[in-house]
């Protein structure tokens, strides 16, 4: 399934539950918003979006706590599952898609927050048989949180 139908299938989905989606990106670059931006009437589902690659954005865009990053740095799953659960909660959505990682190593962290629903977080490593390029890392990244998404729903 490509991205497209990805978006399409989560739209579908949020439309019937009445479910609405804010994202937190950094590693994916906007990526999961433009493809659930990308369908007709995805201001149904879609409430917002940013992308934050900064600590200082990841801070003041997404809320992650200061405090949080200093202890543990950008890359880890308590900096995504709050990015997740506050870009939800700031924008009054169902759910909060939240990405944040490294290209050189591939190791991309994901948060998950569904109100009342779950948090869940996950790490992967897109560069274990061979070195990705960025834009690689990106794509395999946005599928992986679309496709992860689906089977949350």
Known sequence: MNTHELGEKIHKICLEKQYTIATAESITGGRIASALTAIDGSSQVFSAGVVCYSEHSKVHSAGVDVRLINEYGVYNEKVVAQMAERIAKRNVASIGIATSGRVDTGEVFFGFYGK??????????????????????????????????LDLL
């Open 116 to 149: 009342n629903m779950f948090l869940k977080t996950f790490i992967v490593s897109f560069n274990k048989e061979r070195k990705h390029s960025r834009e690689e890392v990106q794509n395999a990244a946005t599928d992986f949180a679309l496709l992860k998404i």
